[in-house]
């Protein structure tokens, strides 16, 4: 499995037989593959560059049609972490003069969304 990003910032994935298994517009072109949601299989994390630190995109590999979905929205969700022994996430968003307030969401992730 190869991802890139184009020229235009079109970002893809394919798989070893060059088929596409994932294509998205106007993708940052910093990602990593990393297992997000534990399931034994490699999900890609986009890094945006922002005013938000560690705001990022996830794609989340899907077991059942062998490609790759977005997840709705997760860029709200800056720095994710996982709680360990669940299947629950929070974020940390620092903001406000010198990082001095914070605010922190809970959620999971539910066929993608």
Not at 12 to 24: A, E, Y
Not at 76 to 95: E, N, V
Not at 103 to 110: E, N, Q, R
Request: proline share 4%; charged share 25%; aromatic share 18%.
């Amino acid at each position: 499995m190869v991802a890139f990003c184009d020229t235009n910032y079109f970002f893809f994935v394919l798989n070893s037989n060059n088929d596409t298994l994932f294509r998205q517009e106007d993708l940052h072109p910093g990602f990593e593959f990393v297992d997000f949601d534990l399931d034994g299989y490699n999900d890609i994390l986009i890094n945006w560059t922002s005013g938000i630190p560690e705001s990022k995109s996830l794609i989340l590999f899907d077991t059942i049609n062998n490609d790759f979905k977005q997840v709705e929205n997760f860029e709200d969700y800056p720095a994710p972490r996982r709680i360990t022994k669940t299947d629950i996430f929070y974020s940390y968003g620092r903001s406000g003069c010198g990082d001095l307030n914070w605010t922190s969401k809970l959620f999971d992730i539910v066929t993608g969304k």
